[in-house]
Each structure stands twice: as structure tokens, then as C-alpha cells.
Nanobody, 123 residues
Framework: VQLQASGGGLVQAGDSLRLSCAAS????????MGWFRQAPGKEREFEAA???????DYADSVMGRFTISRDNAKNTVYLQMNSLKPEDTGVYYC??????????????????WGQGTQVTVSS
């Protein structure tokens, strides 16, 4: 599976962005999909995941502001980010794995990574 992330950019605090992750090579509906953020000098962190059935899991820091969704017909996963904060700044990576919904909270359970897309939120 090849994952291509897009949609990052430079925005101001309070703005919104929507990230997209398009897959090729295999259909996404057999995987749990997720998004991770890596801030400069820090480890990659779990942000959100969506299971095969559409159930979702979010990090506490983004709960209520971010929404993950998937369009299996388009083989694409989205991350709608609202009320962005400067601490949301980082490179965002989409990822997928064969485990259950919460499996992607562990980096070791990720089977596929996309390339990152930069999100910068200015104050």
C-alpha cells in the first residue's frame, strides 16, 4: 500500500485545514487508518484513527477539534482540523495497519506510512 498525504499549509490560530491521504495498491477498507503528528525535535505522536467500521479514536489533545473520516469508494482518509492551535504545528503522517481501532496508538503496530505534510499554525 502506498499512501500519499496532502493538504498541509500555513494557517493562523483558529483556522481550519483538511488533510487527505490517498491510497494506491490496495483498498483501505481492510485497514485501520490514522494520522500522526511529529513536531520538530519530538517523537511522532498519535492523533486520530478510524476503524474498518467507521469507529474513531482521538488523542485527548485533539478531541472535539479534529475529525477523521474515510471514503472507501475513493480509497481516501481525511483529517478535518478545526480551531487549530500553534501546538498543532508539525509534520502530519497518515498510516495504516491491520489491527483494531486502538492498535495505532502503538507506533509498532503501524504497517504502512505515508510521506508527511507540513502543518504550521501561527499565533
Amino acid at each position: 500500500v502506498q499512501l500519499q498525504a496532502s493538504g498541509g499549509g500555513l494557517v493562523q490560530a483558529g483556522d481550519s485545514l483538511r488533510l487527505s491521504c490517498a491510497a494506491s495498491g490496495r483498498t483501505l477498507n481492510i485497514y485501520t487508518m490514522g494520522w500522526f503528528r511529529q513536531a520538530p525535535g519530538k517523537e511522532r505522536e498519535f492523533e486520530a484513527a478510524i476503524g474498518r467500521s467507521g469507529s474513531t479514536d482521538y488523542a485527548d489533545s485533539v478531541m472535539g477539534r479534529f475529525t477523521i473520516s474515510r471514503d472507501n469508494a475513493k480509497n481516501t482518509v481525511y483529517l478535518q482540523m478545526n480551531s487549530l492551535k500553534p501546538e498543532d504545528t508539525g509534520v502530519y503522517y497518515c498510516a495504516g495497519g491491520p489491527g483494531g481501532l486502538t492498535s495505532l496508538r502503538s507506533l509498532g503496530r503501524v504497517a504502512y506510512w505515508g510521506q508527511g505534510t507540513q502543518v504550521t499554525v501561527s499565533s
